[in-house]
């Protein structure tokens, strides 16, 4: 039995605007096979549920295991939610050598694809698409892969050994034509508690996808209805889907629960920070029958800081408040989604004691630390998240007036609960060295807000 963590970074390369053949992430490429290779003997069935899906190098190792008779099974988005703009040339890490050719996302993926719908000797191994979209409003905007939103952001594998399994949880896509981030990846062999439900998560999900011979271009997903099932989620492992009832709206609930019983500290890292103060439309649901303004779990963190719980968060995205403007005139932030949201929730944070404030350009890593427990997540701390709406009817898009939807908005996602002291201590580790970054702002801090409290 063992706990397992994997961290990856920019500095582990020469530049880090370099775009590599082995994706955007190659350590945890290798740590991904290594993991396999140390019990490949010993296992039976490789189930991965990837956003994307367009890495050569891991497309062909899994054939050649599958060749040795494992089970392989691969879930991915359809084909349209990849991004075609701004093809790169790419360079082999190992060899050192640039592609005479620039690629999108889109041509890498497609040439899998491609390869799979055409294919008939591909024994052993299956390629899944799961097409679910998911939309809220009808002021969003033209999506930048796509023109609406997939669901499966989720980057996991769940491995069925003849004895035992393993799980792996990864904020990285692997993907070829990202840049290396702040990535990390979890493996957890063969403790209790884990299995049942990443099992029979990948067997839901798997039921309710699409095999790529079967899959059409011309399917219409614009209805996005799926048969209700319940769940039950374990303290150890949850996962949120179209097809669980409201399990986003019980996601939050949970880690809320986890937040308003910190006795110490609570660290948020992600690439997006803005469930804060959100709305919850109710015409888009079956049973709440009333809108309500939801404070959102980073309500709850400020709330947990107010009363004296030392808070940390990092995040990648950052927009400051107009009365900051010259005191970061130098800097140029890369900025969420949902600007306004996220003002209003680093307006209260300046507001608030015990709390500090990071933010780099290359986080992508998602986890929440609570004193001693870690809940390492594949989902950002978005309102996107937190919301499952069963009853979504969108006649016309302001902004695609072409388009219509119907359907269930939830985003498929996963956390696991982890209270391994090592595991802890890699994240605590790697926390310090993100926020020691040169390259790393600090927009706020304890200090500041303590003396201020003072005066």
Aim: hydrophobic share 35%.
């Amino acid at each position: 039995m063992s706990f397992k963590a994997f961290f990856d970074e920019p500095e582990n390369y020469k530049n880090r605007f370099d775009f590599y053949e082995q994706g955007g992430s190659p350590l945890l490429l290798e740590k991904f096979i290594e993991t396999i290779e140390e019990q490949r003997s010993a296992i039976e069935e490789i189930n991965i549920s990837w956003y994307l899906y367009n890495n050569q190098h891991l497309h062909e190792y899994l054939k050649e295991i599958a060749a040795d008779g494992i089970i392989v099974n691969v879930i991915t988005i359809p084909l349209e939610g990849y991004d075609n703009n701004k093809p790169k040339f790419l360079e082999n890490l190992a060899t050192g050598e640039k592609s005479d050719k620039s690629v999108t996302k889109y041509n890498l993926a497609r040439k899998i694809y491609g390869e799979m719908y055409r294919s008939t000797s591909h024994k052993n191994f299956n390629l899944f698409v799961f097409p679910h979209l998911y939309v809220r409003s009808a002021r969003i905007k033209k999506f930048s892969r796509g023109s609406l939103p997939y669901s499966l952001h989720i980057k996991s594998a769940y491995i069925r050994k003849k004895s035992g399994y393993i799980i792996l949880l990864s904020s990285s896509n692997l993907a070829v034509r990202d840049l290396v981030k702040n990535e990390s990846m979890i493996c957890i062999e063969d403790e209790p508690n884990y299995e049942e439900g990443i099992k029979t998560f990948y067997n839901n999900l798997i039921s309710n996808s699409i095999a790529i011979k079967d899959y059409k271009a011309s399917l219409n997903t614009t209805c996005n209805t799926y048969e209700k099932l319940e769940f039950k989620f374990s303290n150890s492992a949850f996962t949120t889907a179209p097809f669980y009832d409201n399990s986003t709206n019980i996601l939050e609930k949970t880690l809320s629960e986890y937040i308003v019983a910190a006795k110490e500290r609570i660290i948020v890292c992600a690439q997006h920070l803005a469930a804060f103060n959100y709305e919850f439309n109710a015409k888009h649901h079956s049973t709440i029958n009333k809108n309500e303004i939801r404070k959102g779990i980073l309500g709850d963190v400020i709330t947990m800081a107010s009363k004296g719980i030392q808070v940390t968060c990092l995040s990648q995205t950052f927009a400051p408040l107009t009365e900051d403007t010259e005191k970061f005139k130098e800097i140029k932030f890369r900025s969420p989604a949902n600007k306004n949201s996220f003002q209003q929730f680093y307006n209260q944070v300046k507001l608030t004691k015990n709390f500090e404030y990071y933010v780099n350009e290359h986080i992508h890593s998602k986890f929440i630390l609570i004193d001693n427990t870690l809940i390492y997540c594949s989902y950002n701390f978005t309102p996107t998240q937190f919301i499952y709406l069963d009853n979504v009817n969108i006649t016309q898009f302001t902004n695609m007036p072409e388009l219509n939807y119907s359907g269930i908005h939830c985003e498929v996602g996963m956390h696991l609960v982890i209270k391994d002291q090592n595991t802890i201590k890699a994240f605590e580790n790697n926390v310090a060295s993100i926020k020691h970054k040169k390259e790393t702002i600090q927009v706020t801090n304890f200090g500041e807000q303590t003396h201020e409290t003072l005066i």
